[in-house]
């Protein structure tokens, strides 16, 4: 079996894992961290957004994206997919929604079915960075800002004409300069031909 045959058995993350894992501290130990885990994989399959921490959002959309797209790839009648998805989805009606409602909105995508944005922090609060954690094409408005239509208003078009005036006084003041070496450059050539007549006369 060459390598291309190989990459085909394993499902391929569209964004990039940290290959460690990150050190939760926790009193019940490392079932505790996997119960964390799957409750916040459960939460954002079923709310589809969610705010949390931000090293524990950025850990749970590994197993997130993992669990979508195996279901994508192999489907309902998968028993090791339906047990895997068994495992991380605490409650079990929305194995149906996994398999029925996010497969077939992302089985075209080519990129990560997941979303995470950084949350500004608040001061004085709490000192942890925080994320919002979304699947993409959920009903929610957006949280990024849709520039691409903001050109049309008005104070975008007058700073727009306002930068295009100062290139073009810069562009002005920098080909007077030009100019204004050329033309010394010029005097001095002539002025030195000038002499060199006048001593050889």
Sequence with gaps: MNQADVSKLV???KFRVNPRLRKFRN???PEERLNWLRKTVTALIKHERIELNYPRADEARMYAERLISDAIRYGDCHKTTMDVADYWIVEKQLIHKLFKVLVPRYEHYNVAYTRLIKVPRVYPGDTLPKAVLEL???PYPSLLPDTSTNRGIIHNVLLDEAKKAYRQQKYAEIAAKIDAAEEKFS???ISGKDEKNVSSL
Excluded: C, E, R, Y
């Design 187 to 189: 005097d001095l050539k």
């Design 136 to 138: 993409k094409g959920n």
């Design 11 to 13: 499902s391929q993350l």
């Design 27 to 29: 009193s019940g130990g």
